[in-house]
């Protein structure tokens, strides 16, 4: 299995909503990622996890908040969030740095995406 | 932070044609470059990579280059399809403790016409 999933495929939500994206991996990946994507524009980082713990946050306001409740799955919870956050958020997984016999390269494969809409 | 150009925005090419994509980045510690080719409403999808110990590499009608010194790396496409049409990004990777970052560049519309 080379699939990272994530649902739902598409979201539409109030700025006052409370909703979640997941994602899952069935690959050993210890490394997990969420990016954010505008219409053409790239990907931009958002939050990685390394070892189910949170290694980095790129200044993402707090109406976004991640979570990893085990090392095939993650989550972002979304809250009171702006018309301006409507993009497609994209999952990613890979193995680590220094993961003893895994792939050196540290490819990742992206899930499809949520496409989440903000009204 | 790493920062990742990439050149040109937008290239239109005849079918048959090649086509070449260039990028820079500015962190020296990025040791994995990834190219990416994302269709409209989709994913971005894998089409080659390098790591920083390796010049070029080619697979089929891809191929990419890096020269570490100057921190430049480039995508060669050749005998240009329309399928390849998309927009194509490039990436660069470097390690922080134990997680790794990937860093986009700007991304390049390409188009192939008949």
């Known amino acids: 299995d080379t699939e990272v999933t994530q649902t739902p495929k598409h979201l539409v939500m109030g700025m006052t909503n409370k909703k979640s994206l997941k994602c899952e991996q069935h690959?050993?990946?210890?490394?997990m990622y969420w990016y954010k994507q505008k219409a053409k524009k790239p990907p931009e980082l958002m939050f990685v996890y390394s070892y189910e713990k949170l290694s980095i946050n790129e200044s993402v306001p707090s109406r976004f908040s991640p979570e990893c409740p085990n090392s095939s799955l993650l989550n972002l919870h979304l809250h009171a969030l702006q018309p301006e956050d409507s993009a497609l958020y994209l999952c990613?997984?890979?193995?680590?740095?220094?993961?003893?016999?895994?792939?050196?390269?540290?490819?990742?494969?992206f899930g499809e995406g949520s496409r989440l809409t903000v009204l | 932070g790493e920062n990742v150009e990439q050149h040109p925005s937008t290239l239109s090419v005849q079918e048959g044609d090649s086509a070449v994509i260039k990028c820079t980045y500015s962190?020296?510690?990025?040791?994995?470059f990834p190219w990416y080719k994302q269709e409209l409403g989709k994913r971005p999808q894998l089409i080659i990579d390098i790591r920083s110990n390796v010049g070029e590499k080619k697979d089929q009608r891809i191929a990419v280059t890096l020269n570490k010194t100057a921190k430049h790396f480039s995508l060669h496409i050749t005998e240009t399809q329309p399928e390849d049409s998309a927009v194509y990004f490039c990436?660069?990777?470097?390690?922080?403790?134990?997680?790794?970052?990937?860093?986009f560049g700007t991304g390049t519309r390409l188009q192939v016409t008949l």
């Open positions: 990613a997984s890979s193995h680590p740095k220094g993961l003893a016999g895994g792939p050196v390269t540290g490819e990742l494969f």
């Open positions: 962190d020296s510690a990025s040791n994995y």
């Open positions: 690959m050993g990946h210890r490394a």
């Open positions: 990436a660069a990777k470097w390690d922080t403790g134990t997680a790794s970052k990937l860093t």
